[in-house]
């Protein structure tokens, strides 16, 4: 049902314009999805991985979201080294891909231009996130790729009445919220990986400590 319901938004004109002119203007000889991603993986898992957006030519192309693009290569080799999924590698839509007892979603379910989403088009997304949060009844962990993931993570908390106001986005932070522990990262993009910013090991560390934590390790 949530599924049906953002593959079939069309609330925001200009997400639907860029989703036209990249459908133009293909980098990959290829049919592109060119509607919104929904999230992937076992909605009955334990934990949430939120991202940003669909990449253009990524999961816009693909249909799946973190596919087919150098930040999903990043972030799915590291959860593979994790143990949180079944392969090093997410290609498209029909390679086996298996998320292990995790959904992954994002904040923004279109490619913004520029990656740049604007705050009323994460509003009108905000309404699919939440409903994906509260769906996950066996949830334990989030984790936010990036400060807008987590921003938005922040205004779920909000509408429960959580008091946000001492958390604070920083690299590989952690808070301890009603039972569910958030974890912060930034994003695995090209630029945050290729600067140094978001390096492997330490990050491949920190989803090790994630998947601890949500099986009563640590």
Known sequence: MINDEIIGCT?????????????KHKKYNEE??????????????R???IGLAPAAHGGNRTGRIFTGDKSSDFLVSSLYSA???????SRSRDDGLIYIDSYITLALKCAPP??????????NCSVFLFNEIRSMVNLRAVLVLGRIAFDSYINYLKTENVDTKNIKFKNFAYYDINNIRLYCSYHPSPRNV?????KKDDFVNFLISIRSYINGNI
């Open 114 to 123: 520029e990656n740049k989403p604007l705050k009323c088009e994460l509003k």
């Open 32 to 45: 592109y999805w060119s509607r919104p991603i929904t999230g992937y993986g076992d909605i009955n898992g």
């Open 11 to 23: 609330k925001c004109d200009r997400l639907i314009k860029y989703r036209e002119f990249v459908e």
């Open 47 to 49: 934990l949430l991985i």
């Open 194 to 198: 290729n600067t140094g910013l978001l």
């Open 83 to 89: 143990g949180i999924t079944n392969q090093p590698e």
